[in-house]
């Protein structure tokens, strides 16, 4: 009887319309955090793993593995003839995917920090697999998600900048993210993605939304004039448009 969860779900019931999640107090004294779905409850470390675990003893495996480069530069002198086996890549794989768990309930929860330092952890894993996976396939299924950890990454430095007042960074910041998922696609040989990602889509639409905050008549026009073009699909128009819009700040 005791081991029913019956009575914990009862207590906060699954709500499809949003992302239930929670931060507690442990028994161990430490924070977590919590996630209902429909059938069942999910707990994740704030720190660390989300897991709890510690890869042969390191914080994580991307740890253990960055540890194993840099005994191999010492050894070797340079990175040649580091690689990253499938097995890796596995293990490497599935602790991305508990990383993406976590920011995701944590940005819904406008835990930022928590966002940036797990999505700066995955894209160290991204540049740590695309420099050493021995297997071209791999590369490229870990590549796949690259601009929306850019994305994300992008939008939670850009808010710790408004939690602090500051408009000028959150757009210098946002304006980065662009133009580093812009290059990402344009050098993976995708420039035709330009006008259909929306990772690129919602980091444009964000800065429009932080330039309202800086009302001219000459900007209003400019934002007006964006969105015209927008609706009518006349992207390359928005785009220059966009970067007329940049030279007024």
């Not at 490497?92 to 940005?107: A, H, K, N, P």
């Amino acid at each position: 009887m005791e081991k029913d969860l019956s009575p914990i779900f009862k207590r906060w019931i699954f709500d499809p319309q949003k992302t239930c999640a929670r931060k507690i107090v442990g028994i161990d004294g430490r924070e977590k955090l919590q996630v209902r779905f429909e059938l069942g409850l999910l707990q994740m470390e704030m720190t660390g793993r989300p897991d709890g675990k510690s890869p042969k003893g390191y914080e994580s495996a991307l740890d253990a593995y960055l540890d194993r480069l840099e005994a191999h530069r010492r050894q070797h002198g340079s990175d040649e003839g580091y690689r990253l086996d499938e097995q890796a890549c596995n293990v490497l794989w599935t602790e991305g995917v508990l990383f993406y768990q976590r920011y995701v309930c944590l940005m819904h929860l406008g835990d930022y920090e928590g966002v940036l330092r797990d999505t700066a952890h995955n894209l160290a894993l991204l540049d740590l697999v695309r420099t050493f996976a021995g297997d071209e396939e791999i590369k490229c299924e870990f590549e796949r998600s690259r601009t929306c950890v850019l994305m994300v990454h992008t939008r939670s430095k850009g808010e710790i900048c408004l939690q602090n007042g500051d408009s000028e960074g959150a757009l210098e910041v946002v304006r980065e993210g662009i133009e580093e998922i812009r290059s990402f696609l344009i050098g993976s040989g995708e420039p035709d993605s330009l006008e259909s990602s929306d990772e690129l889509r919602t980091l444009e639409d964000w800065e429009e939304e932080i330039l309202r905050k800086f009302p001219s008549p000459v900007k209003e026009d400019l934002l007006a004039q964006i969105q015209t073009a927008v609706a009518h699909e006349r992207y390359e128009q928005a785009a220059l448009l966009r970067n007329r819009l940049r030279g007024l700040n």
